[in-house]
C-alpha cells in the first residue's frame, strides 16, 4: 500500500535531449519537430518564451561553474499552512543559513541558477497563475539577496512533447545553449540540490533525474544547508507503533490516486506529508483538533481527517474502488483498482 510511481508523463530517460552545447542551430523537439521556442520576449524583467518556460536573471554572475538549485522545499518552503504559493509573498527560507550559504557558494566562484517547475502556469504564461509565480520570484530573490538566473519551467504532466519540465533536462540545455556566454559548463564542478529525491517520504524523484540527466551531482537541501528550520518533527521514536494505521494508510493511498490521475504534485505532496504526520502522531487521533496546528495539516486535509473520523473512510477513495483499513482485503485487489482509474 501507499506505493509510489514515476509520473507517467515523465520518462526517467533523456530521449528528447538535445544535443550537448553549444550549437548553432534552432533546437526542435525531437516529437513534433516544431521549434523550442519561438520569439521569447521581455515584459516585467521576464524573457517570456513560449511555449512553456520563463526566466529572469537577476544580474548572476557567469561562470562555468554552476550551483542550481530546485525552489520550493529547496531554497524557501510555504508560509501559510496552504498546499500551494497563496500570494507573491508566501514564502520563508528554507532555513535561516541559506543567503549565508548562497553567499559562500557565490564568493568560491559559482553562477547560481534556480530551476523550478511551475505546472500551475501550464501555456498561459502571461495569466494571473504566471504573474503570482513570477512575483513570488521576485520577492524571493530581493530576500535572498543573491544573484542568480531564475528559469521556470510551466508545463505539467498533461502537456506531452514538453522539453523543460524537470526531470527533462530543457532548462538546463537552455541555459547553456544562450546563457553562458558561449561558455561550456565544467560538468565536473556543477551540481544540482533539491528535495524530490525519492527518499521514503519525497513526493517524486523529478530532482535527482533531472540531475542525472545532465550528468552532474546531485545533493538534497540538507547536505547544503542542514535541516529546515520550520519542519515541526511530528516523527514517532523509530520504530515505534502507528497509533493511526488506517488513517494513515488511507492518506497514503489518496497520494497515489492524486498522482496517478494527474494532480497538482503541490497536493500530492501535502497529502503524503499529512499520511506521515497521521502514521508518526504520538497518540491515536480521536479529534482533528489534535492535529491543527500542526505545520502542514491545511484546512483541506483536516476537513479529511473528520470525514475519516466520522465515517471510517474517505469518498474520494471509496469513488475509486480502492478500500484501505481491516476489510480492505489484500494490496493486489487495491492496486488492481487503480490500473482501471
Ligand atoms: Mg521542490
Not at 515584459?43 to 561562470?63: A, E, G, V, Y
Not at 520570484?137 to 528559469?151: K, Q, S, T
Not at 466520522?310 to 469518498?315: F, I, N, Q, R, V
Not at 469513488?319 to 488492481?336: H, T
Amino acid at each position: 500500500m501507499g506505493k509510489r510511481k514515476g509520473t507517467p508523463a515523465e520518462p526517467a530517460d533523456s530521449s528528447d535531449r538535445e544535443e550537448p552545447s553549444p550549437r548553432k542551430k534552432t533546437a526542435k523537439s525531437k516529437a513534433t519537430g516544431r521549434p523550442v521556442s519561438e520569439n521569447p520576449y521581455v515584459k516585467d524583467n521576464w524573457t517570456i518564451h513560449p511555449p512553456t518556460l520563463l526566466h529572469r536573471d537577476f544580474d548572476s554572475q557567469q561562470s562555468s561553474k554552476i550551483a542550481a538549485f530546485d525552489l520550493d522545499d529547496t531554497l524557501v518552503k510555504l508560509k501559510s499552512s496552504s498546499n500551494w504559493p497563496v500570494d507573491a509573498n508566501d514564502f520563508k527560507l528554507f532555513n535561516k543559513r541559506v543567503p549565508a550559504k548562497l553567499k559562500e557558494i557565490l564568493d568560491e566562484g559559482y553562477k547560481i541558477v534556480i530551476f523550478s517547475n511551475q505546472g500551475s502556469i501550464k501555456q498561459a504564461l502571461e495569466g494571473k497563475a504566471s504573474e503570482k509565480a513570477r512575483g513570488r520570484a521576485d520577492n524571493i530573490m530581493a530576500e535572498l539577496g543573491i544573484p542568480a538566473h531564475v528559469f521556470y519551467a510551466t508545463a505539467n504532466d498533461k502537456i506531452e512533447d514538453d522539453l523543460f519540465r524537470k526531470p527533462r533536462p530543457g532548462m538546463w540545455d537552455l541555459l547553456v545553449r544562450e546563457h553562458l556566454g558561449g561558455k561550456a559548463p565544467d560538468l565536473k564542478k556543477c551540481y544540482y540540490v533539491g528535495d524530490a529525491a525519492g527518499r521514503p517520504n519525497d513526493f517524486a524523484d523529478s530532482d535527482r533525474k533531472f540531475a542525472e540527466a545532465i550528468g552532474i551531482k546531485f545533493m538534497v537541501p540538507e547536505d547544503v544547508f542542514g535541516e529546515s528550520d520550520s519542519k515541526k518533527s511530528m516523527k514517532a521514536p523509530a520504530g515505534g507503533p502507528n497509533l493511526n494505521q488506517a488513517m494513515s494508510d488511507a492518506f497514503n493511498e489518496l497520494a497515489s490516486l492524486q498522482e496517478r490521475s494527474g494532480g497538482n504534485p503541490f497536493g500530492v505532496r501535502a497529502t503524503k506529508k499529512v499520511a506521515d504526520i497521521i502514521a508518526g502522531f504520538p497518540q491515536q487521533i480521536t479529534s482533528s483538533s489534535m492535529v491543527k496546528s500542526v505545520a502542514g495539516v491545511g484546512k483541506s486535509s483536516l476537513a479529511k481527517v473528520e470525514e475519516f473520523l466520522s465515517t471510517g473512510k474517505l469518498a474520494a477513495l471509496e469513488e475509486a474502488g480502492i478500500k484501505v483499513g481491516p476489510s480492505a482485503g489484500d494490496d493486489a485487489s487495491a492496486s488492481a483498482a487503480v490500473q482501471f482509474l
